[in-house]
């Protein structure tokens, strides 16, 4: 395989806390002001200073699903609503582009294409919107169900939902509204569509009280690993983040991503796949790992086993701690994590021969382990030019250190090589990642 070059696409993932399930109780973590705006903001902006393409606001539509008494020792419990915070993070910088995560399960495709597309106006075309389905029944139960509908059903509302919300995008031809003053004609009615939809899902006429968003539409962000998310990925995602326990099955999802596009009559080039890989970082190998241990030495075993249970949606009374990790039959729907997330850590475990012990008292994270700066790069660099992914989504591991770290460690080590842009290449989110605009359904 040719090595690719040119930069890598890069990606924070920011969580009030870090993370790493015990980061909140390091020194330098926000403590109080975990909520902060400035917080949020300090890293923001240093992200947008490194050229970092873009931040990634994860959420859940519950606090988390841990008994109150071991939830009570974790930070799990305390986000902001990624919107919002949008919307604030688009006034304090220029150039970054801005993911925001909202559910299609429990929202109405009006009122969210709407806020959307709002935000793509006030931040001048710098946001995109994380597509989810939600997956548990505790989110399920704040909305008046008892249980999560069925993942085929989930996706089947996801793709009527999506398809309205460009629609309602598509309200006004790119063209339409020219502000005469003289003639006193704001825009030409021939060029405003009413969508007049009515579906499985959906009823919904328009048209949408806006113009169209600067980007034509918000970049369609995703996550999807099932058989049923890589679908619909594939047919109409343009960034991805991929959790994959090793290169070889990380080239394995980006293939069949890319054959996917194909197969939906899309280019390739039309999907963008960002690899998470989550070092914690140190200017030397054993500054990293003492950096590690440090937040390994605050995690607590009682929380570590409810996590591990909750991420699994399974009882682990019934196996061997000190057996090596087994194959595990995880939960349909409605319990655990995404399972994408579950297959990760249960295939890593099993490829390092871990016991259960150390899957469940090691439970810190997603793939968090130390590098040094150097190390960091060579790693990041070989899964970029081998064809693993377009670039990485950093779950960062501590918060803001870990930001810091980052920018001031890899990022010089990364320009060097260049796998990180020297400047941004237009004012949107799609000019920076290389994605094309979006011609609008109705015009001719």
């Not at 696409?9 to 390091?26: K, Q, S, T």
């Not at 109409?236 to 293939?255: A, M, P």
Request: charged content about 25%; proline content about 5%; overall charge negative.
């Amino acid at each position: 395989m040719a090595r690719r070059e040119g930069p890598a696409l890069w990606a924070v993932f920011l969580w009030p806390g870090g993370h790493h399930h015990g980061a909140w109780r390091l020194p330098g973590s926000p403590g109080a002001d975990l909520l902060s705006f400035e917080n949020y903001r300090r890293m923001a902006v240093e992200a947008e200073k490194a050229k970092i393409d873009m931040v990634f606001l994860g959420d859940r539509l519950d606090a988390w699903p841990l008994p109150d008494e071991y939830l009570a020792r974790t930070a799990r419990g305390a986000r902001l609503e990624t919107l919002t915070l949008t919307g604030a993070l688009a006034a304090a910088t220029e150039r970054i582009g801005l993911v925001a995560t909202a559910s299609t399960t429990f929202s109405e495709p009006f009122n969210l294409a709407r806020m959307i597309g709002s935000l793509d106006h006030i931040s001048g075309g710098r946001v995109g919107w994380n597509v989810v389905t939600s997956y548990t029944d505790d989110q399920a139960q704040n909305f008046g169900l008892d249980h999560i509908p069925a993942r085929p059903e989930r996706y089947s509302r996801a793709q009527e939902f999506l398809d309205v919300a460009k629609g309602l995008w598509d309200t006004y031809e790119d063209d339409a509204v020219f502000r005469d003053k003289e003639t006193g004609q704001f825009f030409d009615p021939a060029k405003l569509h009413k969508l007049n939809h009515k579906g499985s899902h959906f009823q919904v006429a328009g048209p949408m009280n806006m113009e169209r968003p600067p980007q034509g539409y918000p970049v369609i962000c995703q996550a999807g690993a099932s058989k049923d998310g890589i679908a619909f990925a594939a047919r109409n995602g343009e960034v991805l983040f991929s959790v994959n326990s090793s290169i070889e099955r990380s080239r394995e999802y980006y293939n069949q991503i890319k054959e996917g596009a194909i197969a939906a009559g899309r280019s390739p080039d039309e999907v963008k796949v960002l690899a998470s890989i989550n070092p914690v970082l140190g200017r030397t190998a054993e500054d990293a790992q003492r950096k590690y241990d440090q937040m390994q030495s605050l995690l607590d075993d009682d929380v570590s086993r409810h996590f591990a249970e909750m991420y699994f949606g399974i009882d682990l009374a019934k196996y061997d701690l000190d057996e090596l990790v087994p194959e595990i039959e995880l939960p349909e729907v409605g319990r655990g994590m995404p399972r994408a997330h579950q297959e990760y850590m249960l295939t890593r475990a099993r490829d390092q021969k871990l016991t259960m012990r150390q899957l469940v008292y090691g439970f810190n994270g997603t793939n968090i382990y130390p590098k040094s700066a150097e190390e960091a790069a060579d790693e990041f660099q070989e899964w970029y030019e081998t064809g693993a992914c377009d670039g990485f989504i950093l779950q960062i591991s501590h918060v803001p250190e870990g930001v810091t770290d980052f920018c001031e460690l890899v990022v010089p080590i990364l320009r060097r090589r260049g796998l990180i842009r020297e400047e941004y290449a237009g004012r949107t989110m799609r000019e920076n990642l290389g994605l094309a605009f979006p011609r609008n359904q109705y015009a001719k």
